[in-house]
């Protein structure tokens, strides 16, 4: 990734703690946001203000360690350092190509009068989207080794009585993988984050992390009305995080916006992270696939062997067949390795990870994907015995690397803090999701499949926290309900999911939700059945709303062939970026996005609703001055609605330009996608 402009940089430095105020500030380069630190009463506290209105009222700072000292109490500002950055950067593939960074930097170091453990440093960084701040600990008497038990960091939210929140529940058995709340704020109790909410003022806020690496994942604690406490997910024995003194959090962030819109066109989490570590990444290639996976979930195959076995090398051809005819990058295949029989959930300890079922000819499969001009994309499902899969990790991404196999998705399906691991005296221990255990173990699964140019897709994975921009071949993740929830879930997605989305785990990063069903009645309409609870043309929307440099026609091949007509938006939309916008929306509601594609001139909107039925105006002033586009626009039908008539859909074309504005009316759970392709 390479920076575009030069970086702007101011530094001051004030290094006599007698003239220092008790309070230091960094604005916003606009000015509307400023982050405000204070050591009153040698207790450490901020407080962020937006538009002259305090949002975050005084909130502690602090670390606790098992052995002690603690980093809280008895602190003061010692020396202050301001920092003003002003550059673009460059994604590889993404929802935008180039990248502004501009923000004000503080950091604080605070002194102690002790001997021993008294100093840390506050790093601030506020943006006019949003700010971070992190501790950094360096080297000192008396801190060695370090066992975190404690993280003090709040977020006492000023306006929380009028304010609703719309979150997940954290430390549950489902780990990311729930229906959206929206409730008052003071109902929160232990919340996942991107945590989102609005105040009575309409400001919106959401409350995240950035760059989690060897720490554990931060999710918020509720403990007293409108005070959210950092809870850091444990580890087996107790402990938070395991660590060395000279070390750096993750940032504590918080996305400020007057409007929901302005959540979604913040680049916070992204800017927050270093470049990129892996040099040239020009063979992570974003894409469109197809699999076989939708078929086990309707229960058409299995992943287990047997006859109806999905993942055999006929079956597998005759994907890659389709995916030729319509030019797909590849075919995701699941359930070809040894250990999917029997109840698959808790096969962690038997999946081997280079044997192959005796109908399953990886030699034959590869060199008919070669010849078509498809690759096979593998899978590695851990059922989440990590041990197992750490000792064939290597072995693994050699078989696919030898076959052409250039991304892998894998899975660590198992009940939040049951993840297994067997330690150094063969003991099991069992670890959630989101501990430091599992955060370093998922990123070495990334570098050992960067060594062999292979991308990853995580599912059931940690939440997303900016990592792709270090690490360019982490593609996409899962981390919430996805579309197989729709074909078994108890319920199944709402109608409102997709649009809650945008506004909660997509301020995370890319998601790989599986979009394109055609087929809505695999067990009948209506509202009571296992389906997709939306409409034919908010499938289509899907691929454009919930971004993602991967995008899966999930699908069986035969209802895409049935409805050709629909299906070519698949076929025509891109997964990679030039521009983002989006143009519409309030969370829950509804949302619109505007992207061009990153190869042509051609734009593409996506817009969705929720349960209610709803027409938005979308201003087209983001297309190109001077230029004339036509329209192909896929809509819901007159008499559209989910639960009798998902798939009555208008598609029509119009000519436009920049000046003018569409009218575009959704039905219940409906949507809207256009691509305006540019008239030469």
Known sequence: MKTLFKIVTIIAIFSSPSLLAKEVSVKSPDGNLVFTLSDTNDVIKYKVTFNGEEVVEPSKLGLVFKDGPYLD?????????????????????GEQQNITDH????????????????????????????LGFRYEVPKQNGLDKVNIT?????????????????????????????VYNTTEFEEVNIAHTPFTFTLGSGVHMSIHEAALIDYAGMSVNQRRPGVLKADLAPWSDGILVKTTAGFT?????????????GLLNSNLILNLNEPNKLGDVSWVEPGKYVGIWWGMHVKETTWGSGETHGATTSEVKRYMDFAAKYGFKGVLVEGWNVGWDGDWFFNGDVFNFTETYDDFDINAISTHGKNVGVELIGHHETSGNVTNYRKQMGAAFDLYEKHGVTQVKTGYVADGGNIKRIDENGIARHEWHDGQFMVNEYLYNITEAAKRNISINTHEPIKDTGLRRTYPNWIAREGARGQEFNAWGTPPNPPEHAAMLPYTRMLAGPMDFTPGIFNMGFNGLGADTN????????????????YSPIQMAADLPRNYEANLPAF??????????????????????????????KHSEDWYVGALTDEDSRTIEIKLDFLSANKRYVAEIYRDGENANWIENPYEMIIEQKNVTQVDTLTLPLATSGGVAIRFKAIK
């Open 568 to 597: 070519q938006f698949i076929l025509d939309v891109p997964t990679d970026w030039a521009k983002s916008i989006a143009v519409a929306g309030e969370v829950g509601d509804y949302v619109a996005f505007a992207r061009q594609d």
């Open 531 to 546: 389906r997709p609870q939306t409409t034919l043309a908010k499938q289509l929307a899907l691929y454009v709303v919930l």
């Open 73 to 93: 109490g008895g602190f003061a500002i010692d020396t202050v350092k301001t920092t003003s950055v002003n550059s673009t950067w460059q994604q590889p593939w």
């Open 150 to 178: 404690n993280e003090l960091t709040e977020f006492a939210i000023k306006d929380f009585k009028n304010s609703t929140a719309y979150w997940i529940p954290s430390r549950e058995f489902n780990r990311y993988e729930y």
């Open 103 to 130: 923000h004000n930097e503080l950091a604080v170091a605070l002194l102690a009068e002790r001997a021993t453990v008294n100093t840390f440093t506050v790093k601030v960084r506020v943006f006019n989207d949003g």
């Open 249 to 261: 959090t993750p940032w504590r962030t918080i996305q400020v916006s007057k409007d929901a819109v």
